[in-house]
């Protein structure tokens, strides 16, 4: 009789080591207004207005990037070439990013409260030795305000990322990759991706991490808090399942309507990982 020959695979069955939290829509700014509000009035200043539907279709992707992004929209496109005379340039796009900056911070400023519930989910997490980390699609150079107002509210990640400070922002990984890092993180099996746009979830996906998607509090139902506490329940469940698909879609672990149902989840994680699973 031959010999047999067997495969053994490594498996890790410690904690979560670290969460990633996304900012806008997903820890504060319910409803992610702040680059809505920016993106529209920088547009509508070119005498090209957008509507907000178009300019939270790129969300999640590097600013300079969401803008090329919108300028290769047909529709804005075509509107930009009839006000203007021709197609939007590189350097168009560059002298909008140096516009934009400004007014993203002005934006960031009036929308900076913490998202209900997440207080409760950081506490959970400290408890039971589990890094915090946080990244965004915002520079660097617009994020100082936000950072010292969620400090005042509370919370302040142990790592944050940028997209300016790496290679390439969403989907590719590198800013969940620099966050594990930062918050020396061993397994990235172990790290959870927690985000409210598609092109987040692809991000923890593309890093090998678990992932939550945010859906009610982000861009895809993309309300102030207000406005979706107004909705009847009809109405609220219609856009909560809309969202659900969506997210399911983009391949999330686990999705939820906001960070404040988070903890489940996370145990439900760590009862996976225990014994041996992976993202």
């Known amino acids: 009789m031959s010999a047999q020959k067997y495969q053994f695979e490594r498996r890790y069955v410690g904690p979560i080591e670290a969460v990633i939290m996304d900012w806008a829509g997903t820890t504060v700014d319910f409803g992610s207004m702040a680059p809505i509000r920016a993106f529209q009035r920088l547009f509508a200043d070119e005498g090209v207005p957008i509507s907000e539907e178009e300019a939270r279709g790129p969300m999640g992707t590097e600013k ?4 090329r992004q919108l300028c290769a929209h047909p529709r804005i496109q075509e509107a930009w070439k ?3 005379g021709a197609l939007p340039s590189k350097a168009d796009i560059d002298r909008m990013y140096d516009d934009f900056v400004p007014l993203q ?5 009036q929308t900076a409260d913490l998202i209900p519930g997440l207080l409760d989910a950081l506490d ?3 408890v039971n030795d589990i890094r915090i980390g946080a990244n965004t699609g915002y520079a660097a150079s617009m994020i100082e305000g936000l950072l010292a ?6 919370y302040s990640p142990d790592s944050n990322v940028c997209a300016t400070e790496v290679p390439k922002g969403r989907p590719y990984p590198y ?10 993180v061993q397994h990235l099996c172990a790290c959870v991706k927690i985000d409210d746009t598609l092109t987040g979830i ?3 996906l593309n890093a090998g991490m678990w992932t939550i998607g945010v859906a009610i509090s982000g861009n895809e139902v993309g309300m102030s808090l207000e406005d979706w506490g107004a909705l009847n329940e009809e109405a609220q469940q219609q856009h909560r399942a809309k969202a659900y698909q969506r997210m399911s879609g983009a391949g999330a672990h686990y999705v ?8 489940p989840c996370l145990e439900e994680i760590a009862a996976r990982l225990a014994v041996g699973e992976k993202p």
């Not at 911070?105 to 400023?109: E, M, S």
């Not at 107002?149 to 509370?154: C, D, L, M, P, S």
């Open 256 to 263: 939820i309507d906001s960070i404040a149902d988070v903890v």
């Open 124 to 126: 959970w997490m400290r």
């Open 105 to 109: 911070i002005d934006a960031i400023a």
């Open 149 to 154: 107002r969620a400090a005042e509210q509370g």
């Open 175 to 184: 800013m969940s990759m620099k966050n594990a890092m930062d918050l020396g």
């Open 64 to 67: 300079r990037e969401h803008i």
């Open 202 to 204: 692809e991000e923890g």
């Open 82 to 84: 009839v006000h203007k």
